[in-house]
């Protein structure tokens, strides 16, 4: 979990309040990416990054937006949040070098319960 | 979908004993990873194989890829109660720096 931090790491809502968790990379990685873990569907994409404000969808993006104004942070927003967003939100970030090499480096998660 | 299909879904063996788990895939892929996430983690990377390579080693980590099969295994010798955790292989697909993933398979090492 060296170099990426999650906040918050624990959070508790009710449906249809907005929700923003953030992940902070001391890296300088170019890539980073969102993914949602549930029982049953392994990991699974919501959203990725490629560089400052350059953003594509992954698997799962509906309900969900993302915006990265700075290399080191990478912001994932529930603008009304839903009991089916309940779940464990991993950030991750990847080196991006070129040569096709693309390990990821996984953040500590945050578990996020909509009630 | 799913690109990767890891089985078994669970598996459970004794310390010392050597633990495989197998991944299927659908599609061609540029290169495939293994990671590891232990109870309440993060996922750790363990190591990445590339289309054209047929067998790495890392410890006592082993991993084998079969592009005509479209398959892959790992296989860890000699294991370990600190190896309990699930497993996850990872598929990357030519030209994209995005990564599919498995379930995951869960490994229990009883002492």
């Known amino acids: 979990d060296a170099g990426i931090t999650q906040s918050p790491r624990h959070k508790v809502t009710e449906t249809g309040t907005p929700v923003t968790l953030r992940c902070h990379q001391t890296e300088n990685h170019r890539y980073m990416y969102w993914y949602r873990q549930d029982p049953g569907h392994g990991l699974r994409l919501i959203h990725y990054s490629y560089g400052v404000k350059d953003t594509d969808k992954g698997e799962v993006s509906d309900g969900y937006s993302v915006s990265r104004s700075k290399t080191e942070d990478f912001l994932l927003t529930l603008e009304s949040a839903t009991s089916s967003q309940t779940s464990v939100y991993f950030c991750?970030?990847?080196?991006?070098?070129?040569?096709?090499?693309?390990?990821?480096?996984f953040g500590p998660g945050t578990r996020l319960t909509v009630l | 979908s799913q690109q990767g299909e890891e089985d078994p879904q669970a598996l459970s063996i004794q310390e010392g004993e050597n633990a495989t788990m197998n991944c299927s895939y659908k599609?061609?892929?540029?290169?495939l990873q293994w990671y590891r996430q232990n109870s309440g983690r993060g996922l750790v990377h363990l190591i990445l194989i590339r289309s054209n390579e047929r067998e790495k080693h890392s410890g006592r980590l082993r991993v084998t890829l079969d592009t005509s099969k479209k398959s892959s295994s790992l296989l860890i010798t000699a294991s370990r109660a600190a190896d309990t955790a699930s497993y996850f292989c990872?598929?990357?697909?030519?030209?994209?720096?995005?990564?599919?993933f498995g379930q995951g398979t869960r490994l229990t090492i009883n002492p």
């Open positions: 599609t061609s892929i540029n290169n």
């Open positions: 990872a598929t990357a697909v030519q030209g994209a720096q995005k990564l599919v």
């Open positions: 991750a970030i990847s080196e991006g070098s070129g040569r096709g090499d693309n390990e990821q480096f």
